[in-house]
């Protein structure tokens, strides 16, 4: 991985498990609903802010280097996996 990513990627992972130990504490606490649905969106944010690094650090690196590569079967595996990327996002999205 990329230096500056790979930090910035683990940073995200840390508050990621404290808004879920957070979250955890809320339920046994039993908080008002709206109050940890609030806190799960924050969290669907910041897992979404980490797939965001992974993907930039892949693009960079893997992606790049297929791209970079002559071989055709390199370039098309690289396209099939962001179309496959794509399609797992569009799924997940309705």
Request: glycine share 2%; with cysteine; charged share 30%.
């Amino acid at each position: 991985m990329i230096t500056d990513l790979k930090k910035r990627a683990l940073h995200r992972s840390k508050i990621l498990q404290g808004q879920l130990k957070g979250v955890e504490k809320m339920i046994e606490d039993e908080k008002y609903c709206m109050d940890i649905i609030t806190q799960n969106l924050a969290i669907q944010k910041s897992l979404s802010s980490l797939n965001k690094l992974l993907l930039e650090n892949h693009l960079r690196t893997h992606i790049s280097e297929k791209m970079a590569v002559v071989d055709d079967k390199e370039h098309t595996e690289a396209v099939e996996e962001l179309l496959s990327l794509y399609e797992l996002t569009q799924v997940r999205s309705n």
